[in-house]
């Protein structure tokens, strides 16, 4: 199965071809089982995104809904790829939400400018020696389409970061998250 443009971007640009796959497997079990509602984790915005063009594209009679992303306790958004990381690469993981929570609160504040937006953002991943920046970017939560330069409207903010192994030993452990942001409009309210 052929999917858009959606899948370029972000996870797309480092893992070609991945969601050519989960497109083929989601139209294959959405056809074969038939649901009235499929419930797609927005942990993963993209695929959930991607999902959703498919369905509309192939004229599928099928709601597909979101659902909020499950975190521990500490906010660390729920993933089984938690499980590989050591101890203190799982406490340095915990930057991923702290950019997405610091990020959040300048745009409540009235920040809009997507460049001092991804400063504050990657200053808040630096903090973490060992997390690798994949990507940290502000995109069209529809589209996937790059944000404006002065956010006019709701922008995902989607990041990627490689946990590094210690002293260079094992595998890096690859964790994604996201959230969507809601500037202040100019009539003051939020978008």
Excluded: W
């Excluded at 799982?90 to 959040?104: P, S, T």
């Excluded at 940290?136 to 922008?155: I, K, N, V």
């Excluded at 030993?169 to 996201?178: A, K, Q």
């Amino acid at each position: 199965m052929e999917v858009s443009a959606l899948a370029a971007p972000l996870c797309g640009a480092s893992r070609p071809g991945h969601f050519r796959g989960v497109a083929t497997v989601v139209a294959k079990l959405l056809a074969a089982a038939k649901p009235h509602v499929a419930v797609f984790g927005e942990k993963d915005y993209q695929q959930l995104a991607v999902i959703r063009q498919l369905v509309r594209d192939l004229l599928l009679d099928v709601e597909i809904v979101g659902a909020p992303t499950v975190r521990e306790p500490d906010g660390l958004a729920l993933s089984s790829r938690n499980r590989h990381l050591d101890a203190e690469a799982r406490g340095q993981a915990v930057a991923l939400v702290r950019a997405l929570d610091a990020a959040e609160s300048a745009v409540a504040a009235g920040e809009c400018e997507a460049q001092q937006l991804l400063a504050l953002v990657r200053a808040e991943l630096a903090a973490a020696p060992r997390a690798e920046i994949d990507y940290a970017e502000l995109r069209d939560p529809a589209t996937l389409a790059p944000a404006p330069a002065r956010l006019d409207g709701p922008a995902l903010l989607a990041l990627a970061v490689s946990m590094r192994p210690p002293h260079g030993e094992g595998r890096s452990v690859r964790l994604i998250d996201n959230r969507v942001l809601h500037p202040q409009t100019r009539e003051g309210a939020r978008s």
